[in-house]
Structure formats: structure tokens, C-alpha cells
């Protein structure tokens, strides 16, 4: 079974530049996460999608991240525009359903700010 | 304020001795505890979880333990293997209020020294 995969891996950019994140989740997972972990921190939830609707989005900054899922497959997380801060790895993780407890995740991608 | 805490940012154990890791929280409300592993370069991986109405939960070399008048956990592996070497993330599951997300903690890095 094919794992949740992402791209790209790596991506650096300057301050004000945008960036986009693609996602693929496991076959059959209805719920996807996004997730942002700084250097030093554990994972921190931007925003969560089942299906293609979003069930929470309380923690995404909506003045400059913006999130979809169209077809409830895929997703894609975008920053427009990049500042220093948003430097982290972006990790997406699926699951069968929103209330299981159990999250797969995918390699993340490494974003540098500059 | 930081619900899930691991206040140990890094551990060193011997091959084949026992490694104990520990996480605190701070809502009672918390349903799941889940311990992830991460190797770098790479996206957490679920290692094994504990219901909150239980005390004790053992997978192979890995055992979590719950405490909660002590809003307590330990992760104990037995023995300690140098595959083991990784960074583990403490995590809780809250689904109450439908909210259904997991809370990090900021990981414990083990290493396991042959």
C-alpha cells in the first residue's frame, strides 16, 4: 500500500515570494491534514479536511495560507506571501476517518525563507 | 500554554538496556495518547497508542504506560536497539467537542549507543 506522499521535497524562497504544497493521501483515507512543524516543535495543525470539505481551520493563518481539496483526493497548501517565520517543515497526514485516532504521514516538505 | 509536554529533549541509552521516555498533559479530557517516531528526513511514524481508560498497553519491545491522577505517560522500550535512534513525539487525541485533533509534543530525541 503506497504511503501519503508529498512534493516537493525541499523549496526555498524569498520573504514575499508564494509557494505551493501538493499532497497525495492513502487510497481510501476521506480525512487530510496539514500540519506545520517548526525547528525545535512537535507538529501543529493548520487544517483538516474530510472529503472535500474542511472540518477545521481555526489554527491556519487565513491572511496568507490558503488550502484545498477539490476532488477529496489530493490537496494543495499554499503561502502567498512567504514571510521568515513560515520557514518549517509542512506535513500532511491522512486517516480513514476524522474520528480515528490513528494519522499517517507523509515526508513533509522542508521550506527555507530567506 | 502547551497541553502536551516532554520535558526531556534528549535521552542516551546503552544497546539492549531500557529506554523510558516520558510526556505530560494537562486536559483530562485528552481520549488517546500516541507515541510517533521520526527519523530525519522522514515523516512521523505511528509507533503505538493507549486509551485513555486504560494503564497499560505493550506492542513487542514497546509498552505505554498511563498514569492519569498524574496526567502521566512513559514509553518504555525493552531492549533498546540502535534502530531505535530517533526523535519520539508524544501526542493526544481530543474528540471532544467534535474537534477530533491531535496536540504534539515537542519530542524526546533518543539515541542508543552500541
Known amino acids: 500500500e503506497a504511503g501519503v506522499a ?6 526555498i524562497i524569498e520573504k514575499r515570494q508564494s509557494v505551493a504544497f501538493w499532497c497525495n493521501p492513502i487510497s481510501g483515507h476521506a480525512t487530510l491534514y496539514w500540519y506545520q512543524q517548526i525547528l525545535g516543535q512537535g507538529p501543529k495543525l493548520l487544517i483538516q ?10 489554527q491556519l493563518p487565513k491572511d496568507r495560507f490558503s488550502a484545498e481539496r477539490l476532488k477529496g483526493v489530493d490537496s494543495t497548501l499554499k503561502i502567498q506571501p512567504a514571510k521568515l517565520e513560515d520557514s518549517a517543515v509542512y506535513l500532511c497526514a491522512s486517516s480513514l476517518v476524522f474520528s480515528i485516532h490513528e494519522q499517517y504521514f507523509g ?6 525563507v530567506t | 500554554d502547551q497541553q502536551v509536554k516532554q520535558n526531556s529533549p534528549s535521552l542516551s541509552v546503552q544497546e539492549g538496556r531500557i529506554s523510558i521516555l516520558n510526556c505530560d498533559y494537562t ?3 485528552f481520549d488517546y495518547f500516541l507515541w510517533y517516531k521520526k527519523y530525519p528526513a522522514e515523516g512521523p511514524t505511528f509507533l503505538i497508542s493507549i486509551s485513555s481508560i486504560k494503564d497499560k498497553n505493550e506492542d513487542g519491545r514497546f509498552t505505554v504506560f498511563l498514569n492519569k491522577s498524574a496526567k ?24 471532544g467537542a467534535g474537534s477530533y485533533q491531535l496536540t504534539f509534543g515537542k519530542g524526546t530525541k533518543l539515541s542508543v549507543i552500541p
Open chain 1, 49 to 58: 479536511f474530510q472529503n472535500n470539505g474542511v472540518v477545521d481551520d481555526s
Open chain 2, 72 to 95: 502521566h505517560l512513559s514509553l518504555h522500550i525493552v531492549p533498546s536497539q540502535p534502530g531505535d535512534s530517533a526523535v519520539y513525539f508524544c501526542a493526544a487525541w481530543d474528540s
Open chain 1, 107 to 112: 515526508p513533509g516538505t522542508r521550506l527555507t
Open chain 1, 6 to 11: 508529498q512534493s516537493p521535497r525541499y523549496k
Open chain 2, 27 to 29: 486536559n483530562s479530557m
